[in-house]
């Protein structure tokens, strides 16, 4: 199971942290992703982590901006969001794929789900 958490209402330019908890004891073993879907559309990979927190994929609208890690003796994903745009609010997801790589970018390569945790960006 995996439990998104720390969404919110931030002004353009600001931060935030989102974590994603999973329960289990083998969190090393999948490879973990966030995704969002903003309103009226389709959900997007934003962020990719490989199983050992060494290789990592981002998105191009949020290279530079947005950071992904893993601390794996503390079955949690964190998404750290810097300079966010009015553009980046969504429901963010976090999901995580069994023996996967940091190259899944498409949400149907991914076989577990948080629910999600709600973004708004004002400007």
């Known amino acids: 199971q995996l439990q998104a958490s720390g969404g919110g209402l931030v002004q353009a330019g600001g931060s935030l942290r989102l974590s994603c908890t999973a329960s289990?004891?083998?969190?090393?073993?999948?490879?973990m992703g966030w995704f969002r879907q903003p309103p009226g559309k389709e959900r997007e990979f934003v962020a990719t982590?490989?199983?050992?927190?060494?290789?990592?994929n981002y998105a191009d609208s949020v290279k530079g901006r947005f950071t992904i890690s893993r601390d794996n003796a503390k079955n949690t994903l964190y998404l750290q969001m810097d300079n966010l745009k009015p553009e980046d609010t969504a429901d963010y997801y976090c999901?995580?794929?069994?023996?996967?790589?940091?190259?899944?970018?498409?949400?149907?390569?991914?076989?577990?789900w948080g629910q999600g945790t709600l973004v708004t960006v004002s400007s």
């Open positions: 999901a995580a794929v069994a023996a996967g790589s940091a190259y899944l970018t498409r949400p149907q390569d991914y076989n577990y």
């Open positions: 982590i490989s199983r050992g927190g060494g290789i990592k």
């Open positions: 289990g004891r083998t969190f090393n073993t999948y490879a």
